[in-house]
């Protein structure tokens, strides 16, 4: 060993009090003789203290909210202990009593909506209004988490032989593993998607236009419905997404990995190789305010990060820094620019 | 938060100590694996783990150290699996802010030398200089978790601390 990291072993553990029998007179010993100890020491100090100073973890910071949000779902969808406890709904579907309002108005008001197949025994449905997003609790242990606007029918109990819930909207599903793995199915107007235990969205676009999904762990199949005017399927990995359009009758999967569909509940936007214009084009949507690139260059710029549904300035901001440019709001319309910089 | 709390309501318990502890605990797992998302999926299982158990935890060590412990033994574990990602992310690209006596410039160059500098370590070294200087775990624990000697671990952290000396001297942060 030499000297050099002998001292600096020593000063070490003088600073953090740990200094074994005998070495506390080592250290004495060469800063008494050693000419550059006071040096030494003064330089090593300093790496420590810069060091506390510039934390690699940078500024970020979770979102504390999201995140107790999160760990609450994990805990009643892993553990079914919560469920259980005498001072929570055995069935928690709605968390406030306007949803259940809701959802009662829906029952009564389901063959008014709902034009799928005939109702089955005990079908149950749940209805997203504006401002509440609810969670709903299958009897599998599979959770659906609705976007405002969103309706899902589903049956108290499945059958022996597959678990099927029809949907209207988006929602987002964490869908249980069965040991008998038994399939689940979600069906919407167009398509029908298959999984056996993931994490996935499914957005039924507005207007009868088709239908998206994103998958966020394990895979699903993507299938349009058998009705004799579209046929096709497409295999789903994490991370990956496909969108029905049913104006052309085009199913096509995103290229790219991408699976922002569920932004609006993970709270996350993730890309890998992303060109920027499309990151602008999500951030646009998810905001509802526009984004545009001063330079058109920037446009096929790939993007490997993760952006968080904070606000979109932050958002614009970052990317900026990475890509060394500057992010603007322009005065009156509200809009932002992002301008100069280059690719990385 | 003592153990009547955990018995009689440990769901309260729990948020808690998740509100005080979680951005800390990200932290630290951000620092070691290199990606927010996968600091973040850690943490929360640590967490979820502290739940699974709440009926049969050990009330001899406190709650906070015990996740702190796990959430650096999961991150080390993730290290054991999976390649470090060193990926340029918006978090960990853009730090603004500045130190002491630096400009904003300087300081960005700066966190990026240091940055780069522990990224660039052996594996061990890095991740005991990590465990020290930014969890304050002890030689001991470090010995433990990473599977090595202590007089090895007080090597690594030394090497470290040199390895950053010369960096900062040859960049002019720090007088030769």
Redesign the interface.
């Known amino acids: 060993?030499t000297d050099?990291?002998?001292s600096?072993?020593l000063l070490?553990?003088e600073s953090?009090s740990?200094l074994e029998e005998g070495e506390r007179a080592e250290l004495d010993e060469w800063r008494r003789t050693d000419p550059s100890a006071g040096?030494t020491e003064a330089?090593?100090g300093?790496?420590?203290h810069?060091?506390?100073?510039?934390?690699?973890?940078?500024?970020?910071?979770?979102d504390?909210h999201a995140?107790?949000s999160?760990?609450?779902r994990?805990?009643e969808t892993?553990?079914p202990a919560?469920a259980d406890r005498t001072d929570a709904p055995r069935r928690r579907l709605f968390a406030s009593p306007l949803p259940w309002a809701a959802a009662v108005a829906a029952l009564l008001g389901i063959a008014l909506w709902w034009q799928l197949r005939p109702a089955a025994e005990s079908v149950r449905t749940a209805e997203a209004w504006a401002e509440n997003t609810p969670t709903v609790q299958l009897a599998d242990g599979s959770t659906v988490h609705l976007r405002a606007g969103a309706r899902l029918r589903y049956p108290e109990r499945f059958g022996e032989s597959e678990r099927t819930v029809q949907l209207e909207g988006e929602a987002f599903f964490e869908v249980s593993h069965l040991s008998d793995g038994q399939p689940f199915r979600v069906e919407t107007r167009h398509a029908q998607v298959e999984v056996l235990g993931t994490a996935f969205n499914v957005n039924e676009l507005t207007g009868g236009l088709g239908c998206a999904v994103s998958v966020h762990r394990g895979s699903v199949r993507f299938a349009l419905r058998s009705d004799g005017s579209a046929s096709g399927t497409v295999l789903l990995g994490a991370g990956e997404s496909a969108r029905y359009d049913a104006r052309a009758n085009r199913l096509t999967k995103t290229a790219g990995a991408s699976a922002n569909g569920g932004a609006w509940f993970t709270g996350?936007l993730?890309y890998r190789d992303a060109p920027l214009s499309r990151v602008l084009e999500e951030l646009q949507s998810e905001f509802g305010v526009s984004a545009t690139l001063d330079n058109g260059r920037w446009a096929d710029c790939p993007f490997?990060?993760?952006?968080y549904r904070k606000t979109l300035s932050e958002?614009l901001?970052?990317?900026a820094?990475?890509f060394g440019g500057r992010s603007e709001k322009e005065p009156g319309s509200g809009a932002y620019r992002l301008s100069g910089g280059r690719c990385? | 938060m003592d153990r009547l709390d955990w018995q009689q309501n440990p769901?309260k318990a729990l948020?808690e100590v998740?509100?005080s502890e979680?951005?800390h605990l990200?932290?630290?797992a951000?620092?070691l694996v290199g990606r927010?998302?996968v600091?973040?999926d850690l943490v929360?299982d640590a967490?979820?783990e502290v739940?699974?158990r709440r009926e049969n935890l050990d009330f001899r060590i406190s709650v906070q150290a015990y996740l702190r412990r796990a959430v650096a033994n999961r991150s080390l574990n993730y290290l054991r699996d999976n390649r470090r990602t060193t990926?340029?992310?918006?978090?960990?690209?853009?730090?603004?802010?500045h130190?002491?006596g630096e400009s904003p410039t300087e300081?960005a160059e700066?966190?990026r030398l240091?940055?780069d500098t522990?990224?660039r370590l052996p594996d061990k070294c890095r991740e005991a200089f990590?465990l020290?200087?930014?969890d304050g775990f002890?030689?001991k624990e470090i010995a433990e978790k990473l599977g090595i000697s202590v007089k090895t671990v007080?090597?690594h952290?030394?090497?470290g601390?040199?390895s950053?000396?010369n960096v900062?001297?040859a960049n002019h942060?720090?007088?030769k």
């Open positions: 060993m050099e990291i002998r600096a072993i070490h553990k953090t740990s040096e330089s090593i300093a790496v420590w810069l060091a506390a100073e510039a934390d690699p973890a940078g500024p970020w910071t979770p504390l995140a107790w999160r760990l609450q994990r805990m892993e553990n919560v996350e993730s490997t990060g993760r952006l958002n901001s970052a990317l820094r990475v990385r | 769901e948020e998740f509100r979680y951005v990200c932290r630290s951000l620092r927010s998302d600091a973040e929360q967490f979820l739940w699974r990926e340029l992310t918006p978090e960990i690209s853009a730090r603004p802010g130190l002491n300081t700066l966190q240091i940055s522990i990224d990590l020290s200087r930014y002890s030689y007080e090597k952290i030394a090497k601390l040199l950053l000396r900062l001297r942060f720090l007088k």
